[in-house]
C-alpha cells in the first residue's frame, strides 16, 4: 500500500478507536446530572448512590478518550503536514476555542466531581457535575465545527502564494503554497452544516451514555443484584433514550436536507441513487452495481425526494452528474449509512419497548417473559450506539471523498512531503498494538467496576457529614 491509502487507514483507526469514549463521557455526564439533581430534590440516598457509582465509570471513560485523542493532533503534523497548513488559520481558532471554552472548564471541575464528594457540599457537587458535562459538550461543539467547516467550507477564502484565489477556485500543487484564512469567525462556527450535524452527534452521544447505563442496570436485573439501584438507573437511562432516539430522527432529517443542498455526491452515495431527477427512490437497504450502474433493493418510490425536497417531484442530483474522479467510493458510503439508519430505528424500538414496560410497571420484574427478553437483549444493545455512531461518522468522512476540504484541496494532496510508507506501516502497527492493549485494560477495569457494583449507601447517616447537614435542611 501506498502511503496515502496507509496515512488514512491510520487516522482512521486511531479517530475511530477515540471515538468510543467522548460519546460515553457526553451521554454518562447528562446522566449524572439527571441523577444528583433527582438527589437534590428528594434526599433519597438511592439516587447519591446511583451518582457515585457512575461517577466512577465517567472518570475511566475520560480518561481513556483524553489518552486516545491527543494522538490524533499529532497526526496532523507528522502524516498530514500540507492539510495542517492549509487549514491551520481555521483550525487554530477552533482547537483554541476547544481549550478555553471545554477543556479548561472539564478539568477545572472534573477534580471536585472525582474525588469531592467528602471535600464539599452537594449543590457545589452537583455544580461541579453540570460544568463536566457543559464541557463534553462544548468539546463536541467546537470538533464538529472544524470537522463540519471541511465539509462545507464557509467564512474564509483561498490565498495561493499570499495572493486570494478565485471564488470557487481549488488548490492545484503545482500553483504554490496555499492557505485557508478566514474572514468571518462567526462564518465558519455556523458553517451550512455545523448546526445540522452537532445536533445529530449529540443525540447519538446520549444514546452511547443512555445505553450504558440501561446494559448495566439490566445486567443487575437479570442477576437480582443491587436490583433497587438497578431499577432506578434502567429508568434515567430509558428517559435519555427515548427522548435521543427520536430526536436522532428529527436531527438526522435536517442533516441528510443539508447533505442534499451542500454535498449532492455524498448524499447520491449514500442512497445509491444513479440516475437525476425527481421521483428519487428512498432504498431500505440494497447493494450497489457500480458496473451496472444500478442499486439493487428494495425502495420505496420517490421516497427521497419526498424526504429532501418535501415533494416526490422534488428533482434530486444522482451520480450521474457528478464526473467519476469527484464521485466518493459508493459501496461504502452506501452500506455504513444504511447500517447507520437500520441500527437507529432499532434503538427506537428497543427505548419504547422498556418505556412501555415501564408504565406497565414491569420494568424491574424478570420474572415477566416480556421484560425478561427486553432485560436479555438489553445488555448487548450498549453494542447498538457505538456501532451506529462509528457507521455515520465513517459515511460523512468516506462520503466526503475525494475531497479533505470541500472544493478546495483533495485528500491525496494534503500528505506530508517527507513521510515513508514504511514509517506509517511502522506506527500503525504500534498504535495497533498500544491500543489493544488500552481496551483490554478497559473492559478488564469497567468490567471490574460493574462485578463490584455500587457501594451501598442505603440511609443518610452513610452520607458524608456536610450531605447529612444539607440533607437535613
Known sequence: ???????????????????????????????????????????????????????????????????TGIVLEFEFGTNWATYSRFVGDIF?????????????????????LLFGWDKVGPRMHFFATCMVALGAHFSAVWIIVANSWQQTPAGSHLEINGVAAAAGQAFDPAAGSARMVIDDFWGVVFCPSSMDRLSHTLVGAWLAGAFLVIS????????????????????FGLALAVAASLLALVTGHHSAAGVAENQPSKLAAMEGLWKSGPDAPLHVFGWVDSENRRTVGPAIPGGLSLLVGGSASHEVRGLDSIPEDLRPPIQATFQFFHLMVAIGMALIGMSMWGAWLWWRGKLDSPDTASTRWFL?????????????????????????????????????????????????????????????LLFALFLFLLNRKIQHGPETIEESHDLPENWRKQARA
Open 376 to 436: 436479555r437483549l438489553a445488555v448487548p444493545a450498549v453494542l447498538l450506539p457505538q456501532i451506529a455512531n462509528q457507521a455515520g461518522w465513517f459515511t460523512a468522512e468516506i462520503g466526503r471523498q475525494p475531497w479533505i476540504v470541500w472544493g478546495y484541496l483533495k485528500t491525496s494532496e494534503g500528505l506530508s512531503a517527507v513521510v515513508r510508507a514504511e514509517q506509517v506501516l511502522t506506527s500503525l502497527i504500534g498504535f495497533g498494538a498500544i491500543y489493544l
Open 1 to 67: 500500500m501506498n502511503v496515502e491509502i496507509l496515512s488514512r487507514v491510520q487516522f482512521a483507526f486511531t479517530a475511530a478507536f477515540h471515538y468510543l469514549f467522548p460519546p460515553l463521557s457526553i451521554g454518562l455526564g447528562m446522566v449524572l446530572v439527571m441523577m444528583e439533581a433527582t438527589w437534590l430534590r428528594t434526599r433519597d440516598p438511592v439516587y447519591h448512590n446511583m451518582a457515585r457509582f457512575w461517577t466512577k465509570v465517567f472518570g475511566l471513560i475520560f480518561g481513556l478518550g483524553v489518552a
Open 216 to 235: 448495566v442496570a439490566a445486567y443487575y436485573l437479570l442477576k437480582r443484584r443491587h436490583t433497587a439501584f438497578a431499577a432506578s438507573s434502567i429508568k
Open 92 to 112: 487554530g481558532s477552533a482547537l483554541a476555542a476547544e481549550g478555553i471554552f471545554a477543556f479548561f472548564l472539564e478539568s477545572g471541575f472534573l477534580a471536585i
